[in-house]
Nanobody
Framework: QVQLVESGGGSVQAGGSLRLSCAASGSGFSINNMAWYRQAPGKPRELAARITSPGITTYADSVKGRFTISRDNAKNTVYLQMNTLKPEDTAVYYC???????????WGKGTLVTVSS
C-alpha cells in the first residue's frame, strides 16, 4: 500500500505563485511515474503534469510555460511549482503515482487551489 499526502494548496491572487508537494509513503513499493491532476468545479479531472522516474516531463497545454513538475526520488516526493496563476487554475489538485511493484495507481486526497481575479 502506498499513501500519498499533498500539501501546499491555498488561495492566491491572479499572477501569484504556489508550490504543491506530494510525499509517498508505505512499505514495499517502487514509484515510477508521478503526476498532478486537477479537477475544477463541474468539470472532469484532467492531467496537469506528469514526470517519469528519470525525469521526463509532460504538461497540459493550458499550463505549459507556467507550471514546473519535479521530483526527489530519494524522498519519493513530487512537486508542482505553479507561477503566473490564473482564475481558471482554480481546482482541487490531486497527486497520482504508479507503483511498479504492485502495478497499481494511487491517488492523494487532493489539495484545493483557489485563484482570485
Amino acid at each position: 500500500q502506498v499513501q500519498l499526502v499533498e500539501s501546499g494548496g491555498g488561495s492566491v491572487q491572479a499572477g501569484g505563485s504556489l508550490r504543491l508537494s506530494c510525499a509517498a509513503s508505505g512499505s514495499g513499493f517502487s514509484i515510477n511515474n508521478m503526476a498532478w491532476y486537477r479537477q475544477a468545479p463541474g468539470k472532469p479531472r484532467e492531467l496537469a503534469a506528469r514526470i517519469t522516474s528519470p525525469g521526463i516531463t509532460t504538461y497540459a497545454d493550458s499550463v505549459k510555460g507556467r507550471f514546473t513538475i519535479s521530483r526527489d526520488n530519494a524522498k519519493n516526493t513530487v512537486y508542482l511549482q505553479m507561477n503566473t496563476l490564473k482564475p481558471e487554475d482554480t481546482a482541487v489538485y490531486y497527486c497520482n503515482a504508479y507503483d511498479e511493484w504492485s502495478f497499481m495507481y494511487y491517488w492523494g486526497k487532493g489539495t484545493l487551489v483557489t485563484v482570485s481575479s
